[in-house]
């Protein structure tokens, strides 16, 4: 079926270090699309991914679309205390409306 | 400029009762996803509301129910609540035929089912 597979689950890391997120489907995805939720908050867009091999970077957050265009990464460089949340992807197969969401991965950043 | 906005913010029901959730959409939008975020995970897709109809479905049973009105706006409603129907649940606003699809949630309704 399609499903779209997120890890970890769980990231504990120290302040300033580096924090990356893994997205995969066994299907190609048309695009796909990150979150980010603060505890008690709701999903907040950060970016879309549409190209194969398409990378894009917000300050410290890269993100790339794989080549086959079935897994996807989210890179924060140095964390900071304010990037604590969870990180969603969110893919979309062929012309569907429907979004699939991951499980997303809990960031926890200890200062 | 109002975002997406969502009532009521809290509700508690028993098992068995019928809820309505309602949804307004960000300006200048006019789809309307619904979504049941269990606690711990991530958003399951329950529908989407185009041109006040029904455009897509995830996978829930029929007790799941919606309206889209001419302003756009949404309502959800759920029958016959179960136990398990207890969940965040999210609106989500979109341009059909915009530049992007740019989802917009609202800050949901906490459902408890007692």
């Known amino acids: 079926g399609q499903q779209v597979m997120q890890i970890p689950q769980y990231q504990h890391v120290q302040e300033g270090e580096d924090f990356t997120t893994y997205c995969n489907s066994s299907?190609?995805?048309?695009?796909i699309q990150w979150y980010k939720q603060r505890p008690g908050g709701h999903p907040v867009f950060l970016i879309q991914?549409?190209?194969?091999?398409e990378v894009k970077k917000q300050k410290r957050l890269t993100f790339q679309f794989g080549e086959a265009k079935k897994n996807s990464s989210l890179h924060i460089t140095a964390t900071q205390t304010t990037d604590v949340g969870t990180y969603f992807c969110?893919?979309?197969f062929g012309t569907g409306n429907q979004f699939y969401f991951g499980t997303g991965t809990s960031l926890t950043v200890i200062p | 400029d109002a975002g997406v906005t969502q009532s009521p913010t809290h509700l508690i029901k028993t098992r068995g009762q019928q809820v309505t959730l309602r949804c307004s959409p960000k300006?200048?939008?006019?789809?309307v996803s619904w979504y049941q975020q269990a606690l711990g995970q991530g958003p399951q897709f329950i529908f989407q509301?185009?041109?006040?109809?029904?455009?897509q479905r995830g996978n829930f049973p029929d007790r799941f129910s919606g309206h889209q009105f001419p302003n756009y706006s949404s309502e959800l409603n759920v029958n016959a609540l179960l136990l398990g129907d207890s969940a965040l649940y999210l609106c989500?606003?979109?341009?059909?035929?915009?530049?992007?699809?740019?989802?917009?949630f609202g800050p949901g309704t906490r459902l408890t089912v007692l």
């Open positions: 969110a893919g979309r």
């Open positions: 509301y185009y041109e006040e109809e029904e455009r």
């Open positions: 299907t190609t995805l048309s695009n």
């Open positions: 991914l549409v190209k194969s091999g």
């Open positions: 300006s200048g939008h006019d789809t």
């Open positions: 989500a606003s979109t341009r059909t035929g915009g530049p992007t699809d740019t989802q917009y």
